[in-house]
Each structure stands twice: as C-alpha cells, then as structure tokens.
C-alpha cells in the first residue's frame, strides 16, 4: 500500500530531474490526470510563488493542527495538571556547617527545604495563583547599562527595540536582552575605544559580536568591548562578575579574554582561544576568579599588570596555562594559577537558569549573592556577622524571605531583617 | 536574530506567547520526534503532549533556551518510553490499521503523498546554512513577512526575498536528488 504512494513520489522527482523513460512518464500522466488537485501538486514543485504559498500553508494547518489540541488540554486538567501536588515540588537546600565539629556531625546530611508549590489546576487563573511575585524571587530581569566610548550612557531596558548608535567601526543594535555588534563600512584609525557593559543586579543580558560570538552576563557583571579593531571584536575585559562565552572559531584571529587583577600583586589573567566555550567568574570583591572550559581549548596566561596595550601583543613568553574541557583554573590570590580537572560543568553555567549556587561561603560572602540576585540593599546593624558557611542551591522562583528564614535557621546566631518596601536586608544583633 | 518570546508574558501563563513557542518550535520538534518513530504516526502525538506539558509548568522558565531544553527533554523520555512499551501496543495498532481504510482509496493516497512530500521539503530547512536556516524558519515557522524579517535582521527586503528564493531551491535541489523515499 506504501508502495504505490513513495512510487508516486519517485516518478514526480524523476520527471521533475528529467530523468522520466517514457513508460514511467505515462503513468505519471495517468495519474495527474486523475484530478486537478495531482495537477496542482506539480506546479506547486515548478513555481516558486506556488512553493512558497503551499510550505506556509503546509507548516500552518500542522502547528494549527496540533494547536487544536493542545489548546484543549489546557483548559482541562492534563495528565501532568491532574497529579497529586506532592510531585511538582520544588526545593531549594542549604547546607550548613559552623564549627568542625560540627561539620563532622552533618558533612554526609543534607538539609532539604520543600517549598510546594500550588500547581494551575485552570489555566485562567494563573497569574492569581503564582504564589511568588517576580520582584521578590532570583529570576532574572534583563536590565543593563551601556557606556559608549564617548562616555553616553543608555540603559538598555529602557529603550525600544532597533538600531541604536555607531561605535568605533560598529552599529550597535538591541532587541529584547541581546545588544548586537554589525560590522559597517566605517573606517577608523582610533585605538584603544572602549564601550562598556554592565548588568544590573538582579539582571542578565547577552552581546552578540559580529562573526556570532556570543557572551551571557550573570547578574552584577561589568564587561569592556574593544570596538576599534577593523572588522571584529576579539577583546574583552571582564571588570567584575561572570560571563560565559561562546567564541566563534576564527583561525587567524584570536579572542582574548582579560580578568580583573588579582588584589594582593596586581597579576592579571589573560585568556587566549581560538573558538570555544568558557565561563568566568570574577567578581571584583571575591579573592577567587575562576575560568571553566565548557568546550575546546584555552590558555591563561599570567601578566605582571595589566595595560591596554597588552590586549594586543603576542603572549608569548609569558607563563601559561592550558585547560583542557571540564578543567577550571582558580587565579588565586597571589597570582598563581591551580587547576581541578572534570567539573560539572552543567553546574557551572546553572545561573544562566536562574540557580544561585554557593559552596562554602561564608555569611558575607552570602549577603553580597543575595544583594546581586535579588537586587536588595544589606545593611548592617552589628559588626559581627557569624562565620558560618552554607553550601546549595536557590531555584529561580524562590523568594527571598525563605532565603532569609533558611540561612537564620541554619545559623541560629545569624539574625535579619527584610524590609520589601525599601528592598533592604538588615543584619541585626 | 530570532524574535524572541516574551519570557515574563510566557511565565504569567499568556497564551499568545505560548502559541508563538508553539509556531516556533513545533515542525523542529515533531521531525526529532520523528527520528525515534518512523511510522508509527506517534510523534505528532508525543510532541503535541510535549507543549502541554510545557505549558503546566510556564512559571519554571526563565530563558527560551530553557523552555526549548525542556520541550526536547520531554519528547525524549516520551519517545524512549514509547519504544519501550510499542512492543506491546504493535498488535492494537495493527487492528486498528486493519479498521482503517485503505490507503489505495485514492484522496487518502493523494493526502498522504503531498503530506510526506512537504514533511520531507521542510525537514530539509535544518540541513540549510545558518543564515538562510534562520530566514526560512522566521518566515515559515514564525509566520514572519520578508519586511519584518528584515526589519530583525537589520538587513534590506531584497536580501530576504533572496535568501528565501535560494533557500527553497536548495531544500527542492535536497528532495528531488534523495532517492530513499
């Protein structure tokens, strides 16, 4: 029965190529003069308007098709809508240790919060029924600051879609939270010309270079684009905060990567690659910055200081360091540069979903995350603040209050405050 | 550039935005449910529970890379739990098959041929370079006019209208030249 429908088929590609014999062409015939329709379905393959029309047509009545019955599902209970709440919970953990002793009691326990979460047994009264209001979870908004090399500055959140300026040799264009690089004809003998990007907290945004590179900013992360090279931009520096990129191969050039200077010398990490995938984290008050290969290859190499100039020179001569995927290289403190090989790298770039992960931070350190991913104020009302450190996970939608209550309840000795109004967290005595 | 889903709408439960993820990302899905079921005619079926699965869970997503991971992860259990359990369901299909009509009758013939025949023009969309890839699934996919694509890809009408020309050439140029159907 098959048969006769891919014969069909076979004969129309045949005729079509001219590669028909005439017995196979006269069946053909026989069959398009069946009916008008067979005729049609010809001239739909010849023409290219007719094409065009009937590949609309086509993709339409199947997503139609299909929407005719999703859409019925929705408005009554789904298989998945109909389960018993208990299954759709979502959790957020923090583990907690305080002194050693302790640790040594819960290092193998983990503490799991269940927060349940009222599943939309009617699709009309969703909205109502969102137990978490957006202002108050980690979700991420897509705000972000623009300076260009004159020193404008445009906040992107606030201005529509479309083409927005000329920089250096670029034309800079925003739609929802991407701002896009296009090359232009311009010419342009300025060196050194600088536009800056910055997430606000509580904001993600991402850039697309021109050739397709691609970099995501995690919340609270400012990042340098050198626009006055001639046809792409191939150097970045990431001031403060993390970002992923995703570099499209180039063989002749590469994309160069600078991290903020490491406190204690002045020692700066500059990242080579050719194409690949990697994360930084390098936030301005963290004593760690970490590199993590996602995929491809990369090198670190370690500077005494750091000067524009250096994003130009060749690296060769300079101490580096080569990651292989799953490798992540911690630039500590005093310069030098540790590797810990196969990381969960899906873990790694886990805040592009909105998951705040922690492991062994301390109290502070704690506070400052909440300030970037909430965009809330931390006051404080006391000069100690416990040593404690809390190691999780925090899912996108949970509120910040049950974050505050976790950590309180962790850290019996930690004592806060939140005032949703003025979005301020106060430590207390 | 892609136009994008209204994230914030899509986790409020907004349907619009929900039939725009749909236009979007439907034809791709069902063609990779496809590749787990060859005939079986289940991969609209799995795709189509798919979506509303999706659509239970809209206050999860914060990113459309997010919803489209979830949306393939789902067809994926769907489609290996499908495999799993066909065994067993072979004898119903096959009684069902038998209650149908024939396929020889001739509109279900001529239905059949031109629904494999567009299945296998569109299917090729992915096999296109990126460029073009992106043009034919806004127009196609997204519904989008060669003027709004246009206007997304900050580029003139005439380099669309062109891309889609060459674009539909090639996927013809694809169908015509694969002998295995």
Known sequence: MLDKKHHIIHLIKKRLLGKISPGEDAELQDWLAENEEHRKLLEQLTNDDLMDKQMTLFVRSQVEDAWMVVQKNLNTKSPE??????????????L????????????????????????????RSIVEMNPYSRHESAIPAYKAKLTLSNGNTILLHTIKDGTITTDGVFKLLKHNEYLYYKTTAIVSTDRNIYNSLSTLNGSHFRVILPGGSIINLNVATAVKLDV?????????EITSGEAEFSVTPDSKDSFRVTMPAVQQNGITGIIEVKGTRFNVKAYEDDNEKRVTLLEGNLDIYTLPAYSPELTNVSMAGYPATS???????LLQDDGKISVRHNVDTAEVVSWKNGIVSFNKSHTLKMLKLISRWYDVNVEFSTTKVPEFYFTGKITPETDIQTVIDIMQFQCDSLHMKYDSTARKISVLP | MEKMIDMEAFCNGDKNEFRKVMDKYYMDLRFYAEKFH???????????????????????????????????????????????????????E????????????????????????????????????????????????????????ARLLDTNTRNVANQLYYGRQKLLKMFLNDTSS
């Open chain 1, 323 to 329: 990651l292989k995927r799953g490798d992540q290289a």
């Open chain 2, 94 to 149: 096959r009684n069902y098959c038998l209650s149908l009509p024939s396929i020889e009758e001739p509109s279900i013939l001529f239905d059949s041929i031109q629904k494999d025949m567009w299945t296998e023009l569109v299917k090729r969309i992915e096999e296109l370079s990126d460029g073009c890839k992106t043009i034919l699934k806004m127009h196609y996919y997204e519904g989008l006019s060669i003027d709004e694509i």
């Open chain 1, 228 to 236: 006055s090279s001639i046809s792409a931009i191939r150097n970045v």
């Open chain 2, 38 to 92: 060859k005939n079986s005619g289940v991969a609209p079926e799995i795709t189509n529970e798919s979506f509303i699965r999706l659509f239970n869970k809209h206050k999860d997503f914060v990113s459309e890379q997010a919803v489209k991971s979830f949306l393939y992860k789902v067809v994926t259990n769907l489609s290996i739990n499908e495999l799993q359990t066909q065994k067993a369901r072979k004898t119903r």
């Open chain 1, 96 to 123: 907690g240790a305080t002194a050693a002793a302790f640790i040594i009691i819960v290092s193998f326990s983990i503490w799991y919060f269940f927060v349940t979460k009222q599943n939309n047994e009617d699709s």
């Open chain 1, 81 to 94: 809508a109909a389960r018993p709440r208990h299954q759709t919970k979502k959790y957020i953990y923090i």
